[in-house]
C-alpha cells in the first residue's frame, strides 16, 4: 500500500510564495510518473504539474512559468515551488503517481492534502 502525505500549504497574498511537499511511503515507488493536483471549492480535482522519467516536466497553462516541480528520489518526496501565487491557485493541493501515461488517471489512493489560500 502507497500512501502520500502532502504539506507546506498555508495563507498567502497574491504574488506570495510556497513551497509543497509531498512524500511517499509504503511499498516502494519510484517516482518516475508523479504529478500535483488541485481541487478549487465546489470544482473537480484538476491536474497542475508533472515530473516524469527522465525528470522532464509538464505543467497546466495556467501555472507555466510561475509553478516549478522536482523530486528528490532518496527521500521518496516530490516538491512543488509556487511563485507569483494568484487567487485562482487556491484549492487543496495533492499528490498522485499518474497511470496509462495520462494525468487523467492516477494509479493510487489520494492523501489528505494540502489547503493553499491565496487572498488578492
Known amino acids: 500500500q502507497v500512501q502520500f502525505v502532502e504539506s507546506g500549504g498555508g495563507l498567502v497574498q497574491a504574488g506570495g510564495t510556497l513551497t509543497l511537499s509531498c512524500v511517499a511511503s509504503g511499498r516502494v515507488v519510484s517516482l518516475d510518473e508523479m504529478g500535483w493536483f488541485r481541487q478549487a471549492p465546489g470544482t473537480t480535482r484538476v491536474w497542475v504539474a508533472g515530473i516524469i522519467r527522465e525528470g522532464e516536466t509538464e505543467y497546466a497553462d495556467s501555472v507555466k512559468g510561475r509553478f516549478t516541480v522536482s523530486r528528490d528520489k532518496t527521500k521518496n518526496t516530490m516538491y512543488l515551488q509556487m511563485n507569483n501565487l494568484q487567487p485562482e491557485d487556491t484549492g487543496v493541493y495533492y499528490c498522485?503517481?499518474?497511470?496509462?501515461?495520462?494525468?487523467?488517471?492516477?494509479?493510487?489512493?489520494w492523501g489528505q492534502g494540502t489547503q493553499v489560500t491565496v487572498s488578492s
Open positions: 498522485n503517481e499518474r497511470s496509462y501515461g495520462s494525468w487523467s488517471w492516477v494509479r493510487r489512493g
